[in-house]
């Protein structure tokens, strides 16, 4: 999970630079591309950060529940 926040944040932060004129600058023509493939990017990574929190949220309800054996 450390790895997908980590993951995101830098995304985010490549998005925040390519908006900016220096950003513009550097990526030239390509930058609206560059600008949608950062976004998608950081969509799917919240998408798989709140998947995987809800994941670990379910597991802990899961082992509250008593264990017992089949047939008992």
Do not use: E
């Not at 004129?21 to 998408?47: C, D, H, I, N």
């Amino acid at each position: 999970m450390l790895r997908s926040v980590v993951t995101l944040v830098l995304v985010i932060t490549a998005f925040c630079v390519a908006s900016t004129s220096r950003g513009m600058a550097l990526l030239g023509p390509a930058r609206p591309m560059v600008l949608t493939a950062l976004a998608v990017v950081a969509f799917l990574q919240g998408y798989r950060l709140m998947r995987v929190w809800q994941a670990q949220k379910r597991d802990d309800l899961l082992k509250k529940i008593p264990k017992r054996p089949l047939g008992i």
